[in-house]
């Protein structure tokens, strides 16, 4: 039996070895032909990306141990949570050794430092990134976190030509700057449009990780208009980023910048999977003032908004979750002037549908100061236009809450959503600025369940506005504990939506 099995196993051997290699060799050529081959987009970008290194001056007297030069507590603890998502290690590995950004990163420190002349400063290394050419006479693209804090900048051509370059401005919220050196005839980077970049292209990034300059990487486009809570929509690549690469452009097959590399997510410092990059689209209208003026100026409408969930959606009987619902608006704003209440939400900027709470900041920030414009708003199951005179966006300013306690209200019995309340005094409604309202006393139940605390304040049930806790009674009596209602409370400065199911009475 063993003899058998083994001569069948034989002859099948044979069999598949005269077998034609032909076909199968020209079925597997064309999927090979059919990978990208990056050479001649590198030979054609690659002149027009830049090293990025800048130094500060510090004082030999506050030199410390224990850390890389050019780096503080601070900086480092920046270093750490910006680019790696952990908190500052204890002990930070030394420059060099294995697995520790070597080049400092975007914002780290790189080892060793040149003693002045008269040797009672340093100038040490505190960053390193990467940069790329927008015209021939010198002005140079990157982010905004390369050179923080830098008091030298120096910009190195893959020639090795180093330049001191000047810092012509810097955007903080979008992350660019825009800095100049001082040459002629300089090879440039071509501009795409980042409106056309489509989720499964290949994409290219060159850059400098870890200090490693003219570092070639690829990978395709995961995501667009991805939000991670800044100001901008970023695309959303696996292409190999790691720091130092912060500033790089992000290329497209036919050579085009469509973006500026510049966050990574990761848990371990090291690259996972994930990098982000800035639409060349809005770079460049920031890049436009900053070369003008050197600042930019935004629109503003002076109003805090958030997400308008499903439930809040269903509750207030909007077709979809959209919109950005208003939670306050500053005294004496622009949306102040126009009527625009805490608890509306915005579902149109000029005609142009705001469909997620983050859309409105970019819609109002690119509109010039002083333009009249015109907002769709929702309110109480109507949609309302109401005119609005843009202003100019001003350093953020620190709000204090109303430090007041109100008086020990009487207990009261709860309802059907959970909730005791009693009412406010006009004076203290003066004070919080409020035409209405009931402030919570207890909570159970429902009420409980959702995160409603003692102390809040309900302004609104469903499209009622509540102007007693005697009414506040009535209303909820009324209401169908089969349907989600929407209640507006107000916390501190901020108001927002509570979507809440009534329980049901037992008879």
Known sequence: MTTFSVRKFLAAAVVAACLPL?????SAAPAAANLPDFTDLVD?????????????????????????PGMDDGDMSEFFRRFFGIPLPQSPQSPGSPGSPRGGGDNGGSGGSQDSPDNSDQEQNSGVGSGFILSADGYV???AHVIDDADTIYVTLTDKREFKAKLIGVDDRTDVAVVKISAA???TITIGDSNKVRVGEWVVAI??????????TAGIVSAKGRDTGDYLPFIQTDVA??????????????????GINSQIYSRTGGFMGISFAIPIDEAMRVADQLKASGKVVRGRIAVAIGEVTKDVADSLGLPKAQGALVSSVEPGGPADKAGVQPGDIILKFNGHPVDTATDLPRMVGDTKPGTRSTITIWRKGQTRDLPVTIAEMQPDKTVKADQKKPPVPKQRATNVLGVAVSDIPADQLKALKLRNGVQID?????AARVG???GDIILRVGDTDITSAKQFDDVSSHLDSQKMVALLVRRGDNTQFVPIRPRSVQK
């Open 207 to 216: 850059g400098s990780p870890f200090g490693l300059e003219n570092t070639v």
């Open 241 to 258: 980023v790691n720091p130092g690469n912060s500033g790089g452009p992000l290329i497209n097959m036919q050579g085009e910048v469509i």
């Open 44 to 68: 054609k970008v690659g002149p027009a990306v830049v090293n990025i290194r800048t130094t500060t001056r510090v004082s030999n007297s506050g030199a410390r141990s224990g850390l890389p």
């Open 442 to 446: 207890a909570v159970d139940g429902p």
């Open 141 to 143: 693209m990157t982010n």
């Open 452 to 454: 409603l605390q003692k």
């Open 22 to 26: 032909v076909p199968h060799m020209a």
């Open 185 to 187: 005839n300089l090879p």
